[in-house]
């Protein structure tokens, strides 16, 4: 009879009592108890299994399981009478700070008092009897959340000596997740108060601590011994690269095969190997990841379980401020090759912004890369690591042939863009894009891909019923080989393929008129083969993208906030904004009032997303659909002219050089009606000059509110680079209006 899975449950004894689906780890009790090491500090990375194996120590040595030998019937452990013997006679405390999560240190403190109370409660038949003096039984009973550092500090070595006196034995103290309050004391500033807190409670505990027999802590990271482990000459410390308990904390691959076997899923194996192998700990290869397996074992369906389980802040950050050779060894790991790097397995959180190579470190530790092989160096012989990415990427998706080259595309700033070359049978190659999608932008994913893929698929049958070419007019996605539109890797990433467009050229730079009129007729063109497009059923992949009255009022209230004192400084350019209020109410009023339709609309319309054709130089596809949603069709117009007829730079200094290009103005008109073919309504073409002015101002709004904001949004590459791109918007709105009359007559020609 197939068992039950239990998806997240690390009680051991409910896990046995219930008969529940349970690999057998019993081997790690014999692999420490016969290792005889006084602290052993593991670490593995989240969601491996460390709690529950902490757990199952507590059942084997505690004394309160004195009588459930029932729990170990049929596992390894149990084999023997040696160890039969030794279950349920050791008192043991077992506390976990995973919990332990706050953003000021008072409030950290008050929770892992909160657990040392827990245990005393556990333990409150100690106050019965006179085992105890009266001034012990007072310090027992004052034990709580609100007790001061001192007691805190030796409150378990405490409580070790007093069930040393009931029992006649010394106690076994078991910590899980040690590391996770040290991470949050970095991320929110406390680590130095903190440290000095842990510290004299682990040197209490762990060190002079008469009254311990031994002691097993878990985490992701090995901290510096310098940080809370200082002067404890008796801690052997596990990490992912020793080969001591390597194949007790995450299964093996004969492990995952037997359970595929057991569950009838045995035709799996190779799709479960390609998700979810990966892991390597000291010399053994092919462990995976159980959380993954246990979640596959009862949905019977591959996602990225793991990958649901944190959100990676610390690391995130680390990256985005690394130096650009860090960056680089990062795309060398995207593209699924070995870097060789050489850094200190122990994290020092109070180095992290210092030390360029202890990202590596943190990210071997939280279970994102692997060692491949380990190299000593020099006179001290310093470890060099050869260190791969825990997951192929490529290799989930339906490419045709094998993939020979993938190296890094384009100048997006946004999404990590790859080139992949695959031979075909015949000898020849063809070319795909494989894209890593910002979530920390596009924040679903799951409902952006349902834009692309919906509209792709609407265009392509416009293009063929016109005669036209769809492989080459129109983005093609490649489906996963599960046949989704995206893949959700074991990282948390989301990745997606296109076909890539050969003999086609994107440009990011306006080289010549030809180009800017080009580029509006693809555009235009784009919007006339959605005209007929259902644009109230597109999902909003940015929340009021281009709403100019909640833009107005998000300005007004960092205007008001003002969170770093700058506004004194830029009266001028609020006033400017302030001004031009009712300018931010004439398309929204016009679509809320129908006076205008809602579109399909590109929102990112720069020249770098048309491919233009190497042969005829004309405008071909329209590419980068991610926000592709609902709106007017004059916000596209309008920021095109915004960045496309300017005679300067986004950020440009001097303001004399900024103005609005008439020539240019009329040259992208011309060819956006032009490609729009008579789909535009004599209303919208009326409001083109509104539309120009409108996204200018917008966009200058957004720069004027981030410096006001303390540059939160918008990388700045100097200071008060916010406020120069601002005020460059603003003096190209005050040009627009001072051709206010020049540009409705271009416009009228084209009514």
Excluded at 135 to 144: D, F, H, I, L, T
Excluded at 409 to 434: A, Q, R, V
Excluded at 642 to 657: C, I, Y
Aim: hydrophobic fraction near 40%; include cysteine; aromatic fraction near 12%.
């Amino acid at each position: 009879m197939t068992k039950t899975v239990s998806i997240g449950k690390q009680d051991f004894a409910s896990l046995r009592e219930q008969n529940s689906f349970y690999i057998d780890k019993t081997d790690l009790i014999r692999a420490w108890w016969e290792s005889q090491d006084d602290i052993t500090l593991i670490t593995r990375p989240r969601r491996f299994g460390k709690t529950l194996n902490m757990d199952m120590l507590k059942c084997f040595f505690s004394n309160q399981y004195a009588d459930r030998g029932d729990l170990f019937e049929g596992l390894s452990i149990w084999t023997e009478e040696k160890w039969r013997r030794l279950q349920g006679t050791y008192p043991v405390l077992f506390l976990s700070f995973a919990a332990v999560k706050a953003d000021q240190l008072s409030d950290v403190k008050k929770q892992i008092n909160m657990q040392i109370a827990r245990l005393y409660e556990e333990h409150r038949y100690l106050l019965d009897g006179d085992l105890l003096s009266e001034n012990e039984k007072a310090m027992y009973r004052n034990v709580s959340m609100y007790m001061e550092d001192a007691e805190s500090s030796f409150s378990i070595n405490l409580l070790c000596q007093y069930l040393y006196r009931y029992y006649g034995k010394k106690v076994i103290v078991l910590l899980d997740e040690y590391d996770t309050p040290m991470q949050e004391a970095y991320v929110h500033g406390y680590w130095n108060a903190f440290t000095s807190f842990l510290r004299s409670l682990f040197n209490a505990t762990f060190k002079s601590n008469p009254y311990l027999e031994r002691a097993v802590l878990t985490g992701i990271t090995r901290v510096s011994k310098q940080s809370i482990f200082s002067d404890l000459n008796n801690l052997n410390v596990i990490t992912t690269t020793s080969d001591e308990y390597a194949t007790y904390f995450g299964f093996t691959e004969q492990e995952v095969f037997q359970a595929l076997e057991e569950f009838g899923l045995a035709d799996k194996k190779e799709l479960v190997k390609q998700w979810y192998d990966g892991f390597t700990f000291g010399n053994h290869t092919d462990i995976y990841n159980p959380w993954s397996i246990t979640n596959y074992l009862d949905k019977k369906k591959i996602g990225a379980y793991w990958a649901a389980t944190s959100s990676n802040t610390l690391i995130n950050s680390l990256i985005q401020q690394s130096a650009t050779d860090m960056k680089e060894k990062m795309e060398i790991l995207l593209q699924e090759k070995e870097i060789l790097v050489t850094f200190d397995e122990q994290i020092v959180f109070e180095q992290l912004q210092q030390d360029k190579n202890a990202i590596w470190s943190l990210l071997l530790a939280s279970g994102y890369l692997k060692v491949l092989e380990v190299e000593q160096r020099g006179i001290l012989l310093e470890p060099w690591y050869h260190l791969e990415i825990c997951r192929k990427v490529a290799e989930n998706f339906r490419f045709a042939g094998k993939i020979t080259k993938m190296s890094p595309y384009g100048s997006g700033h946004i999404n990590d863009t790859f080139m992949l070359t695959c031979e075909l049978e015949d000898g020849s190659n063809k070319h795909y894009i494989l894209q890593r999608m910002n979530d920390d932008i596009f924040r679903n994913p799951k409902e952006l891909m349902e834009n692309v893929v919906n509209v792709t698929t609407f265009l392509r049958k416009k293009i063929i019923a016109a005669g036209g070419d769809p492989e080459r007019e129109t983005l093609n996605i490649i489906l996963t080989k599960d046949g989704a539109s995206y893949l959700q890797d074991e990282t948390g990433d989301y990745w997606r393929s296109y076909v890539f467009i050969d003999d086609a050229t994107c440009f990011d730079l306006v080289e010549k008129p030809e180009d800017f009129y080009n580029s509006a007729v693809a555009f235009g063109h784009f919007q006339q083969l959605l005209a007929d497009y259902p644009a109230a059923t597109l999902h909003e992949t940015i929340k009021n993208f281009h709403n100019t009255v909640d833009r107005f009022h998000n300005f007004l209230k960092a205007v008001e906030e003002d969170v770093v004192g700058r506004a004194k400084d830029v009266q001028a350019e609020i006033e400017f904004v302030k001004a031009r209020e009712a300018d931010c109410h004439i398309i929204c009023d016009a679509l809320a009032n129908g006076e205008i339709p809602l579109r399909v609309t590109h929102n990112d319309t720069k020249l770098n997303n048309v491919m233009i054709d190497n042969k005829t130089g004309k405008g071909l596809c329209v590419i980068d659909l991610d926000t592709v949603m609902p709106g007017s069709a004059l916000y596209d117009y309008g920021d095109s002219i915004r960045f496309g007829a300017s005679t300067a730079a986004e950020d440009e200094q001097n303001l004399d050089l900024v103005s609005c290009d008439m020539n240019l103005f009329e040259i992208y008109t011309k060819g956006y009606t032009e490609g729009c073919a008579g789909s535009l309504t004599e209303k919208e073409i009326r409001l083109m000059p509104r539309g120009a002015k409108l996204m200018t101002l917008e966009c200058g709004m957004r720069f004027l509110a981030d410096h006001l904001q303390n540059d939160i949004y918008f990388k700045i590459h100097r200071e008060n680079h916010n406020l120069d791109r601002a005020r460059t918007q603003f003096k190209l709105v005050a040009d627009m209006e001072a051709k206010w009359d020049q540009m409705n007559t271009i416009v009228e020609k084209y009514l």
